[in-house]
Every structure is written in C-alpha cells, then in structure tokens.
C-alpha cells in the first residue's frame, strides 16, 4: 500500500484569463471551491469548513456584534461572493450592492459559486472609486448604507487607490451616520509596515479603530480594520 494512497490534491477545474487579475483559477478538493489568483486564495465556498475561521467568517461576525440588525450593505471588491452569501443567509431580506471591477470575476462566481442565487443583490461591474466618487450614476445616493465592507484586491496587491484620502472620504460619505466600515487587509510580515501605516492614517477618517487579526495559512494572516464614522 502507498503512504500517499487516500491522500486528496485540489484540482484545477477552470481556468480563465483576465486583464484585471491575470489567471483566475477554480480549485475543487472535496466540498472547498476556492478561488485562486497569484496563489493567492480570493474567495472559497461558503459551505467549505474553512470559511467560518477565516476572514469571510470573521467579518460576518464583526456584522453580527457591530449591526445586529443589518438592512444593507455596501461591498467593495465581491471577487467570488463569499462575504455576499454569508451576510445574506444571517441577515434574511438584507439588501446587498456589491461593487467588482472584473467582469471575469463575476462571471466565474455566478457560474462555481451561486452568485445570481443571492437575494436582494445588485452588482456593479466597475471601478470601486468610479462608484465611490459618482454613486448617483449608478443610482446610489450619499448616506445610504449601515456598513461599507472594503475588500479590494488584485492576489496579493492592495490598489494605491484604497489608501488614499479621497477614497477613504468618499466612502465614508456613503455611510449613514454612525455607519460600520470594515477594511481587509493581507498582513504577511511583508505587508505589516504598511499596514500600520494604513491603520494610523485610516484613524483620521474613522472613530475608535478597532484591528482583528486573522490567522490564515503560514505565513498568510489577514487583518481587519474597522470603526464608525
């Protein structure tokens, strides 16, 4: 008998192309899909074992502790959709409007992860600052969510744009007042010079930071900003 015999390896069984996020892979290894650009994990089935303890999961607990009672929400970078089907089966009738730059990317969450399944779900294929800056052209208003969730990443990469003053302004403003705003960010010994930066800087746009740190596989811990405006 093989000592490997048993032994399960993920299996690749889409691969696409985009100009966004360069090769986009579908990993299956038993009931976990998972999202993959760079290596990097993007988003895993909400029903995978995984997702509860990792940073989808724990964001969807900040909610539950921060806004028990969440009628809508603002997403910034849906990649596969997990955090969108979390909040959607705690929250029953939340209005959800979630903002992705990759048509690709939307294309393989509809068709491995359910995302036309999600209810009360409006999704935004453009650039999140774009939306941020001239929400009323895309029939948003100013004031109009309980919580922004800001997961805008391209593998690994965290855009300029996420940093900057004006974005994290403009954002703000689609808050209502006292609104929740949850920044993800990777916090790999690499990242964690600019994390603390961010975390500094982002305390001047944003009440009472709070930091969670999530533990994700060696070496590839997420962390997760947020506060009230």
Not at 114 to 130: C, S, Y
Not at 204 to 227: M, P, Q, R, W
Request: with cysteine.
């Amino acid at each position: 008998m093989n000592i490997f015999d048993g032994i399960q390896i993920p299996k690749i069984i889409y691969e696409a192309q985009s100009k966004y996020n360069g090769n986009i892979q579908v990993y299956q290894l038993g009931t976990t899909r998972k999202i993959k650009v760079d290596n990097f994990d993007q988003s895993v089935n909400p029903e995978s074992e995984s997702c509860k303890r990792l940073v989808w999961g724990r964001t969807l607990e900040i909610l539950k502790e921060e806004v028990p009672e969440l009628k809508n929400i603002f997403i910034l970078g849906l990649g596969g959709g997990t955090v969108a089907h979390l909040i959607s089966r705690h929250y029953p009738g939340v209005s959800i409007t979630s903002v992705e730059i990759d048509d690709v990317m939307v294309d393989v969450a509809k068709k491995y992860f359910d995302l036309d399944k999600i209810p009360n779900h409006n999704v935004i294929i453009d650039d999140a600052l774009r939306v941020v800056i001239e929400p009323e052209n895309f029939g948003i208003s100013y004031g109009s969510f309980e919580a922004v969730f800001v997961d805008i990443y391209i593998g690994e990469k965290y855009p300029d744009l996420g940093s900057s003053g004006n974005f994290i302004s403009a954002v703000k403003k689609m808050l209502m007042p006292g609104g929740l705003v949850i920044f993800n960010r990777m916090y790999h010994s690499t990242h964690q010079d600019d994390v603390n930066i961010f975390i500094d800087y982002v305390s001047n746009f944003i009440k009472e930071v709070k930091c969670l740190v999530v533990a994700g596989h060696t070496n590839s811990d997420n962390i997760l900003i947020y506060g009230r405006v």
